[in-house]
């Protein structure tokens, strides 16, 4: 859409645009820096989310998400919300109040998973592990025997707060020998790590479109089993907002959300999965994030740092570095800023002694390599 800048009112676009303009280089932990033709999408004209074409972009959207998330059998949700929104829909449209629900915790967001439970008045149980570790089958294996009465197991597929990818195959595995719900909070890891979810068995794996999709914030995705839908059907006081049967409902009957989405949002996530069906399609678009991770990691090692995460569950979107003695994370997050890169802080309980470099959304090789070069500089200069 063309700007009129003859306008009186010409400087309203400019007195915010001067607030927020680019003026860094990200490698966030999300929002992260979108596809230009996401960006052009998304300053289109707005239209009724009533419309024909609105039902046309819903059911579009619909169907290349499931493609992409291999989920001939699940029904794909999307929320006018943050990914936060499915921890809630997950526990309400399931778990009876006061019942319990297996939270793993990897680091800073399964504890925000637990906090949803129990903010539902539901009950947690807690397998914790220590930042930078995953969790394993044996383990998840060991606490479901010693919890038979928990109703579902979530699980961080990538922990944002400590660049760790959850096995998920073999825990999904585990869990459905024990025949619980499965929920996956998969809010950096889709779009950036495989999901199967008819393979998998999975229940509800959700995320936000602010991660490895590139796509702007404000709008969460998930596929969800029918297994989900049979128990939400019955469960009582589920709430509205997040109703998962009144979600798939109006996927059927109306083609799009019960309230307004954020239509700009979908019209992004639409063409980043247009995006990856040309660069090649799924294995080729996860192999780019793998190279990516895979290079930063190798990056820091030879400046001499160390990655948070044990070796084996390295995330392909994100990378926790440690520190050395004397070196605090936020010194390297600030002289990286002064030289125009946008790093993550370190997170959680391990926020003192790591910094974090995402690699979701827009970015070049190139643009990996300079701010490797620049992070040498910088650590050197820091090192003294
Ligand atoms: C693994 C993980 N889970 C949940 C969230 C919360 O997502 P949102 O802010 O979209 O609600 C985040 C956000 O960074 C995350 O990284």
Redesign the pocket.
């Known amino acids: 859409m063309e700007l009129r800048f003859d306008m009186d009112y010409e400087d309203a676009y400019r007195e915010v645009y001067e607030m927020v303009k680019p003026r860094y280089k990200l490698f966030t932990?999300?929002p992260v820096a979108c596809f230009p033709e996401v960006l052009a999408i998304m300053s289109t004209q707005m239209f009724s989310h009533r419309s024909a074409e609105a039902k046309a972009l819903h059911t579009d959207t619909l169907t290349r998400l499931g493609r992409f998330l291999e989920a001939g059998r699940g029904e794909i949700i999307l929320f006018p919300?943050?990914?936060?929104?499915f921890?809630e829909a997950a526990v309400r449209n399931t778990v009876p109040r006061g019942e319990k629900v297996l939270v793993t915790v990897i680091g800073a967001?399964g504890k925000?998973?637990a906090d949803v439970v129990e903010a539902n008045g539901r009950r947690a149980v807690i397998l914790e592990k220590e930042p930078g570790q995953a969790i394993k089958p044996e383990e998840l294996d060991d606490t479901l025997k010693k919890n038979p009465d928990v109703h579902a197991v979530t699980i961080?597929?990538?922990?944002?707060?400590t660049g760790v990818l959850n096995p998920l195959p073999e825990l999904a595995k585990v869990v459905k020998e024990h025949d619980k719900l499965l929920f996956v909070?998969?809010?950096?890891?889709m779009g950036g790590a495989d999901i199967r979810f008819d393979e998998w068995d999975i229940d509800l794996v959700f995320a936000?479109s602010?991660?490895a999709f590139g796509v702007p914030?404000g709008l969460?995705m998930a596929a969800v089993s029918g297994r989900v839908f049979e128990i939400a059907g019955k469960m009582p006081e589920r709430g509205w907002y997040f109703d998962l049967p009144l979600y798939r409902k109006f996927n059927e009957k109306k083609k799009g959300t019960p309230s307004t989405p954020p239509l700009p949002q979908i019209m992004g996530l639409n063409v980043v999965l247009r995006i990856i069906e040309k660069m090649g399609g799924k294995k080729k678009w996860l192999d780019m994030y793998r190279k990516r991770s895979e290079t930063i990691r190798n990056g820091v090692k030879e400046m001499g740092l160390g990655i948070l995460a044990e070796p084996g569950y390295e995330s392909p979107t994100i990378t926790a570095v440690v520190v050395p003695e004397g070196m605090r994370g936020i010194d390297v997050y600030n002289a990286m800023r002064e030289r125009g890169f946008e790093l993550a802080k370190g997170y959680g309980s391990v926020a003192e002694k790591t910094f974090r470099i995402g690699n979701m959304g827009y970015m070049t090789f190139e643009d990996i390599e300079e701010m490797l070069s620049n992070l040498r500089e910088v650590v050197e200069k820091l090192k003294g």
């Open positions: 932990a999300g919300s943050s990914g936060t929104g921890m967001f925000r998973f961080t597929y990538n922990e944002t707060s909070d998969a809010v950096s890891a936000s602010q991660k914030p969460a």
